[in-house]
Nanobody, 129 residues
């Protein structure tokens, strides 16, 4: 069973940056067999998609709300997933979750939360104005 643990959250001023990390453990081959994604849940709202990356890391996708500001990346050798968040806005305030799913394809990413079967516990990111 894969366990995912997020770190790197906290309080930052608008315009600032944070880098979230997600450490994977417990799987036979670690992060190498998993397509990964980041989601967030703002206060009082539904969970929403933030970014996705294929198992190999060759393909990534993020919605227009964060494109150009957030960058997803991974280091399979270290079993780590990252989300670099720049030019943060108060509306980026949310609990951020990393998610993973077993994938036979090295190039496919997934944007829908129901496609993922492993989830971290979430980490708070607060952006002050």
């Amino acid at each position: 069973q894969v366990q995912l643990v997020e770190s790197g959250g906290g309080l930052v001023q608008a315009g600032g940056s944070l880098r979230l990390s997600c450490a994977a453990s417990g799987g036979a081959l670690g992060l190498t067999t998993l397509a990964m994604g980041w989601f967030r849940q703002p206060p009082g709202k539904e969970r929403e998609f933030v970014a996705a990356i294929s198992r190999s890391g060759e393909n990534t996708y993020s919605p227009s709300s964060v494109k150009g500001r957030f960058t997803i990346s991974r280091d399979n050798a270290k079993n780590l997933l990252y989300l670099q968040m720049d030019s943060l806005k108060p509306e980026d305030t949310a609990v951020y979750y990393c998610a993973g799913r077993d994938s036979s394809s090295g190039s496919t990413y997934y944007t829908r939360s129901e496609k993922y079967n492993y989830w971290g516990q979430g980490i708070q990111v607060t952006v002050s104005s």
